[in-house]
């Protein structure tokens, strides 16, 4: 949950803004106003650049479609076949990014049009224990217990993590299959968390997605490169990830009048706005009282609660939701099993992310429609640099750590 | 599976074609040659008209996310239930489809952008026995035994359906989730098949989309609105539609060279031309014979099976495939769960899918790879007109034959 902000720009105007590069977003001169038309480029060409200084997937606009895949090391698979696992993944992700066949593939066909396909790889702490030791990060550790968390075994931490991610959802599920095949000697995978957000060109400019609760999501995330360089990545352009599962009650929230809805999130629905401004990206005001006194944003309203305190300005991180919606459980009463596949980036969780995370479920209103099933954390390593170019960065994901984890 | 032929064409030109009328499908007159600009409308405003002779979401463009949800009666719902029920899922339908807020939905903002969201109605064979006994067709009822197929009981026959296509998932979604709340003093869902297609604007033009065998998906269907009068609807509008659910194993599928896997389909992967042919929509030459006397086209191809013999013109029907692929299942060892949630819409299932249907089991190659697990059959009322409109159609699904059921 929380309170991102990318949503709130145009795709166009984040892919200026953050810097972001892009080999063949070609954008589109011809808009007319009024009718409805956005600058974005056709799908049928659009790509992300799978090599530089961070992993594409990140930064990058929220494709529409997320395949997460955690998977784990088969038995006895030691550094050397981490090392030609991400020297495989690497390669195949960097084709299929390009909309170019991966070597032995014999489906040139279905990649030939990625849709702004990203793939993203994260390690697990045991890819570290076994090869890198010396190079985990302090912070890559499980989540603390938190209070209400019903974590499931059916989410927990894996050893790898991919997050695939296509505005075309045949594009997404090809990929998942190739890169599940392609590592089918080093790993089986574990759980696949499956999302979805907006389609490309659905949101007009300066429109913030909705989650299924009906909030706008994507208020407060970081957009300047200052702001992902603060935040979101080391110098060196690692990460890192945090996956957490949150199942929303839908059928108790609807229950709700819009006005409980909106004094749980702390926002109006209708545009997003904080309860005392006027604009989506107007600053909460936590002191502003009502004509009894009472405070106007509620103090354990999820807004009030996620926002970093004046002592701890650093307890920022980027959001990139996906929305999952499936059939109800068999047995169960539920309209449907929704939620959403929570995924924050920042450099270091116990100190941005793991904060703001238990003053939430500590008290946090919307505490009462949700509750966390899975949990997980991955170091996301630098981007890396085509084989060809001569770059000074990583051939594949991981190698400096992995290397050293040999040494 | 089979052998569709829609996706060769455009949505724009079948949108011309077939004559679909769309309330606000505006299309951009900008496109640039070479640059990978199709002529789409934006999907900020798009959206396909719910009232007409015919219901939507038949012949209009297949949209990129399907939730298809079964649904059974609650005990003791009687006709007049069925009735109620009906007038307000339409009247729901309708305001959804066209961007508005249902009465008593408080969330408009989740409704605002339908990106060509449809919503069309099947009734199982059950809702003519409680309502309208008289008025049932002949053909609605279990599709016949076949050969190989291994039904499971969670994709079983229905009372009621609902298809609820759009372009955007998040609509999808939230759409599924307002007809569902807005039945459930009348019915409990019994399953909800969930499926994607290409995003909207993915494929250029001419291109036709692909299964997740790799095979164009979309080549013989109708596309002329004489093709449909004669294949799909009725005079009055009704039609009829065959859900077939069929995994397909993936894993065993990708061991095949690509000559193999063409000779099983009988059409190039790379083009789908027909292996006697060099263009997609080339007749296929069932008598040609290659160097060694044997055939060119295997005579139990999946294109030879599914083609409609020279004594039996009529055996054609809209194919209206969405892709599944979900998480392998717990314990398994593929690598994945996908396969088609194959739709099938039709005069009359007896005369045109049945016989097709048999051909297919009793010996396509195919069928190495690919097995039904689950069948139902509804029969689709016409569509319907606004009710301010004055004309002479149902003001909601069924009306006529509902009424009839009561008298």
Redesign the interface.
Known sequence: MGEPRRGGMSRRVFLAGAGVASSSV?L?A?S?EG????EV?????ATLAFDGERQAGIATPTQ??LNLVGFNLKDGVTADGIRNLMQLWTEDARELAAGRNPLSS??P??VE?P?NLTITCGFGERVFDIAASGAKPQWLHDIPDMPREQLSDDWAQTDLVLQICS?????C??A??HM??AG?DYVR?A??Q?G?????????EGHT??N?F?QVDGTVNPRSDDEFADQVFTDDGSSSLVVRRIAMD?DDW?RL??TSREEAVGRR??DGAPLTGDNEFDAPDLDARDEYGLPVIDMNSHMARAMPPADHPGQKFLRRPY?Y????EPGSEQ??N?GLVFLAYQKDPDVQFTPVLRRLLEADRLNEWTTHIGSAVYWIPPGTADPGSGEARDAFWGETVLSRGRG
């Open positions: 070609a589109a011809c007319r009718e409805g038309f956005s480029a056709s799908l049928t060409t529409a479609n014999l489906e066909e279905m049009r849709a505005d075309d959802a045949v594009v599920a090809w998942m299959r599940t095949r089918m995978t759980w696949v499956q979805f957000m907006n389609a490309y060109g659905s949101i007009p997605p909705r299924l009906g839908l609807e009048d819009r629905l209708s929305n919606n499936l059939p109800p309209l449907s929704a």
